[in-house]
């Protein structure tokens, strides 16, 4: 079992690249707080923080891939197990097509039910990579999650 999502982004690869390994970036789309090292055996830290304080958590790892304006492959740690996460960005137009895989998945109801949570909390957070790098906006603050967020500077 596979999850592939793609977008279509406004930004250029370059910027799209650096919104998912730049640390500050990050943390005005995905995660509360971000640590990043962006280049192949490069460590990261990315934290959750919710109103909840009992659904906070954070991922760590080392970077497989991180080829600027191309790629960013790293380990995603779920309650089952480790899986994959690669990230392709394609230049399309003036913008980029990302597609995202989520892979590694094993088998089961248990499993099944950690794809569907993935599937869903993946297509929120690219549409608010899109929100973010094509209109300066973060939709986290309106989403039922309860998510702590770092509040966008005011565009100008």
């Given at each position: 079992?596979?999850?592939?999502?793609?977008?279509?982004?406004?930004?250029?690869?370059?910027?799209?690249?650096?919104?998912?390994?730049?640390?500050?970036?990050?943390?005005?789309?995905?995660?509360?707080?971000?640590?990043?090292?962006?280049?192949?055996?490069?460590?990261?830290?990315?934290?959750?923080?919710?109103?909840?304080?009992?659904?906070?958590?954070?991922?760590?790892?080392?970077?497989?891939?991180?080829?600027?304006?191309?790629?960013?492959?790293?380990?995603?740690?779920?309650?089952?197990?480790?899986?994959?996460?690669?990230?392709?960005?394609?230049?399309?137009?003036?913008?980029t097509e990302l597609t995202l895989v989520h892979?590694?998945?094993?088998?089961?109801?248990?499993?099944?039910?950690?794809?569907?949570?993935?599937?869903?909390?993946?297509?929120?957070?690219?549409?608010?990579?899109?929100?973010?790098?094509?209109?300066?906006?973060?939709?986290?603050?309106?989403?039922?999650?309860?998510?702590?967020?770092?509040?966008?500077?005011?565009?100008?």
């Amino acid at each position: 079992m596979t999850i592939e999502i793609r977008r279509m982004l406004a930004a250029t690869p370059e910027r799209v690249f650096h919104a998912l390994t730049d640390a500050d970036d990050l943390s005005h789309w995905w995660t509360t707080t971000a640590e990043s090292d962006p280049r192949i055996g490069g460590s990261f830290s990315y934290g959750f923080e919710f109103e909840d304080a009992t659904r906070d958590h954070t991922y760590t790892g080392t970077y497989h891939d991180a080829t600027p304006a191309e790629s960013v492959s790293y380990p995603w740690q779920t309650g089952l197990g480790e899986t994959t996460v690669d990230v392709r960005l394609r230049p399309a137009g003036t913008g980029t097509e990302l597609t995202l895989v989520h892979r590694g998945w094993g088998e089961g109801a248990d499993w099944d039910e950690a794809v569907s949570l993935h599937e869903q909390g993946w297509g929120f957070f690219l549409d608010n990579l899109v929100a973010y790098l094509d209109r300066g906006e973060d939709l986290r603050p309106s989403a039922p999650m309860g998510q702590k967020t770092q509040r966008l500077p005011q565009q100008a």
